[in-house]
Each structure stands twice: as structure tokens, then as C-alpha cells.
Nanobody, 128 residues
Framework: QLQLVESGGGLVQPGGSLRLSCAAS????????IGWFRQAPGKEREGVSC????????YYTDSVKGRFTISRDNDKNTLYLQMNSLKPEDTGVYYC?????????????????????WGKGTLVTVSS
């Protein structure tokens, strides 16, 4: 069974940068879409950025376009999220999730689906 472990969260000032990592316990197949979600205090979980493993097709939610970059390392079975120009509203727990037979956009748009593999999350706090 696929297990996902996030790392890289922390406290950063507004305008700063962080890089999150999501390490998979097994090989991520071409049928997987994988991505980053976040949940701010008192808010619902939302899709931030997702990627189709087969062809690298990406999706970004509007609020992070131009600031965040999703990428992968096939050899390490690891997904990354480079976050630049961070804002206080980016604060939240960031989760990695994966599912098969989804597009990147569909994965990110349906955070409530019941058949996703989820990591336990890493906390990102953007504050001065």
C-alpha cells in the first residue's frame, strides 16, 4: 500500500520560501496523480497543486499560480512543492495525496474523495 510522508514545513516570514517534500514508500506508477493539499484553521481542505505522474501535467489553484512550483524526482519517488513569496494566508497543514486514474486537476478539485492515499501533513506557518 502506498504510504506518503511529508516534510519541510516550518515557520517563515511573509515573502519567504519553503520547499516541501513528499516521499512515497513504493514506486509511483504512471496511473497515479499526486499532489498537495492544505487546510487552514477553521477552513476546509483545498487542493493547492497536483501532477499527473505519467506525463507531468500540472494543475495549480489560482491563489498560488506564479508563486508555487510542483515537481518530482522519479528515481526517488518524491514529490516537491517549492513555495515562494509566501503570504500569511498560505498558513496551514499541507498534505500530500495520491490516487490512480485521475487527472491532476480532478485530484486537486476533489479533496474529499474517499479513495485517496494521504500523508499525515506538515505545518506551514507564515507570520512575522
Amino acid at each position: 500500500q502506498l504510504q506518503l510522508v511529508e516534510s519541510g514545513g516550518g515557520l517563515v516570514q511573509p515573502g519567504g520560501s519553503l520547499r516541501l517534500s513528499c516521499a512515497a514508500s513504493t514506486v509511483i506508477s504512471e496511473y497515479h496523480a499526486i499532489g498537495w493539499f492544505r487546510q487552514a484553521p477553521g477552513k476546509e481542505r483545498e487542493g493547492v497543486s497536483c501532477l499527473k505522474w505519467r506525463d507531468g501535467t500540472t494543475y495549480y489553484t489560482d491563489s498560488v499560480k506564479g508563486r508555487f512550483t510542483i515537481s518530482r524526482d522519479n528515481d526517488k519517488n518524491t514529490l516537491y512543492l517549492q513555495m515562494n513569496s509566501l503570504k500569511p494566508e498560505d498558513t496551514g497543514v499541507y498534505y500530500c495525496a495520491a490516487a490512480t486514474f485521475r487527472t491532476a486537476q480532478f485530484l486537486c478539485s476533489t479533496p474529499g474523495a474517499g479513495d485517496y492515499y494521504w500523508g499525515k501533513g506538515t505545518l506551514v506557518t507564515v507570520s512575522s
